[in-house]
């Protein structure tokens, strides 16, 4: 806030068509935003407690292929996804399963992909998916065998 004063005082026109611009892109943004939104809310209301428990705690690399996918398609933020790790940790997960999924939750996010595309480009946003699913494969296979 500090520095829009300032740059408000060095250059009024300037500062006044930098927010006229962030205050537009910002309102372009939120609908794609609030669609997301919605469709993990519609998701994580349409899955089961038990099916949750049954896929978490699904062993092997089926299972962490199973979780991983999962967490690439459902975009949560880290403040919800570490909370809800801790309780799939509780019914009986493994680590390097609750790795992977964490890691594609923040990282993946096939619902985003499109609404990143419109920003990065088609080719920038698929390789990035790509290269961060496979590390969060990565991830979760490693702390499976340290922990």
């Keep these: 806030m500090l520095s829009v004063f300032l740059s408000f005082f060095k250059d009024k026109d300037r500062t006044k068509k930098a927010l006229i611009f962030s ?7 939120i609908p794609g935003v609030l669609g997301m939104i919605g469709l ?11 099916t949750l428990r049954m896929i978490f705690t699904y062993k ?3 299972g962490l292929a199973l979780v991983s996918l999962i967490g ?8 919800i996804a570490f909370p809800l790790a801790g ?8 680590y390097g ?9 923040t990282m993946v996010g096939l619902m985003t992909a499109p609404l990143e595309a419109t920003y990065f480009g088609k080719k ?6 790509a290269l961060s699913f496979l590390a969060a494969v990565c991830i979760g296979l490693i702390m499976g065998f340290i922990l």
Excluded at 72 to 79: D, M, Q, S, W, Y
Excluded at 87 to 94: N, R
Excluded at 124 to 129: D, I, K
């Design 40 to 50: 993990v809310g519609l998701v994580l209301a349409l899955v089961s407690p038990e």
């Design 87 to 94: 309780s799939m940790l509780k019914i009986g997960a493994s």
């Design 60 to 62: 092997g690399i089926q």
């Design 124 to 129: 920038f946003t698929f390789m990035r998916q």
């Design 72 to 79: 690439a398609i459902v975009t949560i933020p880290a403040l």
């Design 23 to 29: 205050y537009k892109s910002l309102k372009n943004l």
């Design 97 to 105: 399963t609750i790795a992977s999924f964490v890691t594609t939750l």
